[in-house]
């Protein structure tokens, strides 16, 4: 049992390049959200999934978009890299049944664009 | 205002001392509140859950007062291991989206 596993763990853009960040988990979660953490700052949703097939804005997803097409995968893609995109990205799935919204987080992704 | 709001300290103490983090939230219709904890560099992992009655585990304590939307973690006889960022969390209303607090940076010294 992996958990939730995200690759790359570090990645260098230019400005203007795309990339996606991958993000897996094998505890048949349905609810799975992306964040983006900046130095000394909060964890801020991007998008987040209830299901595959249903995904939602959250507080920052312009610049990024998402799909959901199983329940287990939950890519994010950068479209057109900025500078402003450089922090740490955090995927994480939510077990809905037992204790309430217990997040379970990825390693993260490291992201610098230069 | 924010969601959630925390004081980013650092707090700096001795092994040994008691250290409490304070919390407030701003969505009176939030029903689920936690303590994370986030080392440097690393993902944030949960603490706790906080329950209104408060709750206990070993040496940490968690305590919620709805009427006053504020949440707190007290941290007994302090741990060098114990250092770290506490993030306070709250579920938006009544939906899967947690909100995170800046976070509260804890240094025990030795």
């Known amino acids: 049992n992996a958990g939730v596993t995200q690759t790359p763990k570090f990645r260098i853009l230019k400005i203007g390049q795309s990339m996606t960040l991958q993000c897996t988990q094998d505890m048949n979660h349905n609810y799975m959200y992306w964040y983006r953490q900046d130095p000394g700052m909060g964890l801020k949703l991007i998008y987040y999934s209830v299901g595959a097939g249903i995904t939602d804005k959250g507080e920052v997803p312009n610049g990024y978009n998402v799909s959901r097409s199983t329940t287990e995968d939950f890519p994010l893609r950068l479209e057109l890299a900025a500078p402003s995109q450089t922090s740490v990205y955090f995927c994480?799935?939510?077990?809905?049944?037992?204790?309430?919204?217990?997040?379970?987080f990825g390693p993260g992704t490291r992201l610098t664009v230069l | 205002r924010k969601e959630v709001e925390q004081d980013p300290g650092p707090f700096n103490v001795p092994e040994g001392a008691t250290v409490a983090f304070n919390c407030t939230y701003s969505?009176?219709?939030?029903?689920?509140f936690f303590w994370y904890r986030q080392d440097c560099r690393k993902e944030p992992k949960l603490l706790m859950s906080?329950?209104?009655s408060g709750n206990e585990d070993g040496r940490f304590t968690a305590q919620l007062n709805r009427a006053s939307q504020y949440i707190s973690l007290l941290i007994r006889d302090s741990k060098l291991s114990d250092s770290a960022t506490y993030l306070c969390v709250v579920n938006k209303g009544n939906t899967g989206k947690l909100i995170f607090g800046q976070g509260t940076t804890l240094q025990v010294k030795p």
């Open positions: 969505n009176s219709a939030s029903q689920s």
């Open positions: 994480a799935s939510i077990e809905t049944s037992g204790a309430p919204y217990t997040q379970y």
């Open positions: 906080v329950y209104s």
